[in-house]
């Protein structure tokens, strides 16, 4: 139960007589209010919640946190109440915090370059088998989003997942102090934000600073094939991975449906694209074994996973071909691994790639694009790409390989010109990836050639 309590000790005054309220949600934006909520307006460089109050009000909320010193509406309803702190975001955060202390789910914390969304997905359908589960929503995995998913959560909840996201040093160490996590994992280090970090070790030391706020008796599970982990050896430290770990993830062999593999003398199965996924799917599997779920509860869970959209996901076109759409966002890494993911894939004659543009990659972009070429060897066919960054890709692919290496290589300036040329090509045969940060929207192609195929 979301009440006024959470608010002890954060609160200098209030409009009304303080007496205990409940609220039937917490929210930052007057479009997600709904009745009897609590609203919480936050200030920005270019806007001032405070203005939306009517708004929110108009939309249900009974009450509102407000930040001292903010001019204070003359026409509010006598009945709504006002809850006058130092700062509303920091406010937002603690109570977030105590929340979490309130419910005492099992919390874990995921954060990462990469696969933070898939991990999250995976270990939510091992866990729900054994009690009830709330997940981050979209991409709630901020400063903002993280305490908001806190508050979401049923006071029935036992386990609670968090995505950690961040863009620059102490974002991720604040995530978890409000998170207090039981058990947390770093899925890998990418060179998604090197623009901000400036390094892939700049991105390690950010992304390690999960454990800043991991409960005294947890546990962080990380990548034992990540060289600029090494130097992390406390106990509380687990490594995964397919060499020098702690856990070992072996006999990994790719089906016609994704992957097999065997781990701490126990057979998987997973119905994902993707080595790296065997991966992620192994955090998940350590994590359930922590909290005591059984091999075979934990072999049917990876048997129902649900994947957020746009995350290697299989669709089957209008001729009938499969589309793989991990459109969502892109760093090198996870482009590479898509690739890798399309080669792996059996049966098909044509495999296409269609590459955008990757970005926040610093002053190291171009070289970092170029790097992905390497990797594009047969059984890829086609080499398409999209972006002023991916022509990169498309110069250094064309410079590498022989004329007779691919079936075609090309690079193109539009979508539309894009998708008119993939409604052409594509056919039963062909296996399709599409992939590049979310900037891009790179989804829209699949929606305008299947569209132009219709026609």
């Not at 991105?203 to 005294?216: F, H, N, T, V, Y």
Request: glycine letters at 8%; charged letters at 20%; aromatic letters at 6%.
């Amino acid at each position: 139960m979301l009440t006024s309590s959470l608010l002890e000790g954060l609160t200098i005054s209030t409009r009304l007589n303080e007496t205990e309220q409940s609220f039937t949600a917490v929210s930052t934006d007057t479009r997600t209010i709904v009745a009897g909520a609590l609203f919480v307006p936050l200030k920005g460089e270019r806007f001032n919640g405070h203005d939306y109050v009517d708004a929110a009000i108009k939309s249900g909320a009974q009450a509102a946190l407000w930040e001292e010193g903010q001019p204070v509406p003359a026409d509010l309803p006598d009945d709504f109440q006002l809850y006058v702190v130092k700062d509303t975001l920091f406010t937002l955060q603690e109570m977030a915090s105590a929340y979490r202390v309130k419910i005492n789910p099992k919390v874990i914390g995921i954060t990462g370059s990469n696969g933070k969304t898939t991990t999250k997905d995976i270990l939510a359908s091992l866990l729900s088998l054994e009690g009830e589960t709330y997940k981050t929503q979209g991409n709630y995995n901020n400063h903002i989003g993280l305490p908001l998913t806190i508050l979401a959560m049923p006071s029935t909840c036992k386990y609670l997942i968090l995505e950690m996201g961040m863009s620059g040093y102490g974002e991720i160490e604040r995530l978890s102090e409000i998170a207090k996590p039981d058990l947390a994992i770093v899925t890998n280090i990418g060179e998604s934000h090197m623009e901000q970090l400036g390094s892939r070790a700049g991105i390690a030391k950010a992304k390690m600073e999960i454990k800043e706020g991991l409960s005294p008796a947890g546990f962080l599970f990380i990548d034992s094939d990540e060289p600029l982990l090494d130097g992390w050896k406390q106990s509380s430290i687990i490594r995964v991975g397919f060499n020098h770990a702690d856990i070992l993830v072996e006999n990994v062999a790719a089906t016609v449906d994704g992957y097999r593999f065997d781990m701490e003398g126990h057979h998987f199965e997973l119905s994902l694209l993707g080595k790296h996924n065997v991966k992620n799917a192994a955090y998940c599997i350590a994590v359930a074994h922590k909290f005591g779920l059984s091999t075979s509860k934990i072999q049917t869970g990876l048997r129902q996973i649900s994947l957020t959209s746009m995350r290697l996901e299989k669709l089957t076109g209008s001729k009938g071909e499969l589309i793989v759409n991990d459109a969502y966002n892109a760093s090198p890494t996870s482009m590479i691994a898509a690739i890798d993911a399309l080669k792996a894939i059996p049966s098909y004659e044509k495999r296409v790639v269609v590459l955008g543009d990757m970005f926040e990659l610093g002053t190291e972009e171009e070289a970092l694009h170029k790097s992905v070429a390497q990797v594009i060897t047969p059984p890829i066919t086609h080499v398409l790409t999209l972006g002023d960054r991916a022509k990169w890709i498309y110069e250094e692919a064309s410079h590498i390989s022989s004329s007779s290496t691919f079936d075609e290589i090309a690079h193109f300036t539009t979508k539309q010109e894009l998708a008119d040329h993939l409604s052409k090509l594509v056919d039963q045969k062909t296996v399709i990836l599409f992939k590049a940060s979310r900037g891009m929207k790179l989804e829209e192609v699949i929606t305008a050639y299947q569209d132009k195929q219709q026609d």
